[in-house]
């Protein structure tokens, strides 16, 4: 549910810096807002795994920092008063109109009115098919090596990843082990 929020607050950034922000509307469907909104604890959370279900969250960090990865919640980013502030003024509405075309479509639209008194707008809508899809590989391998910074080291994500990707090629599996050996 906070994924394509994620994504549609990457494609706002570029026209909506975090510090030019007054205010953030968030419109999504009802069941995004009951998994990632409603509960209150959602609007400042005080634990890692209520930031990681929390969609105000999610769309704050990504627009102060550009991206959410486990350095976001390891760190507590959640709790930093840049968060929090932004979090403090963003709404979220339920758009019926959304809530009608899911499940096959899932509309996340972010408008920020910026201090200059303009706004700026980012629409996503994810399919069935989209999901069905997935990431990319190169999606893919970006959210990898952000996921796991500090852990590989040098070439060794790109070594993992290529042994993942002929994993059912391998005659012995074994040899992925080689490359999460740290």
Known sequence: MTHSSIDTALELRP???AGDIAALRIETYRSAWEGAVKDTELW???????????????VACTLIDGEVTPASFEKGRFADRD??????RTTVDVIDEFTAATPGRRNCRITATLNSGGSAVAHRVVTLADIERGMSDQELARK???????????????AFLDAAASLERMADVGRIVD???L
């Not at 930031?51 to 969250?57: G, I, V, W």
């Not at 968060?83 to 403090?88: A, M, P, Q």
């Not at 990898?144 to 790109?158: L, P, R, Y």
């Open 179 to 181: 490359h999460i050996r």
């Open 144 to 158: 990898f090596e952000a996921c796991t910074a500090g852990v590989f080291v040098g070439e060794s994500a790109h």
């Open 83 to 88: 968060i929090l502030d932004l979090i403090g």
């Open 15 to 17: 026209r909506a810096k």
């Open 44 to 58: 400042s959370p005080k634990t890692r795994e209520t930031a990681d279900h929390s969609m105000l969250f999610a």
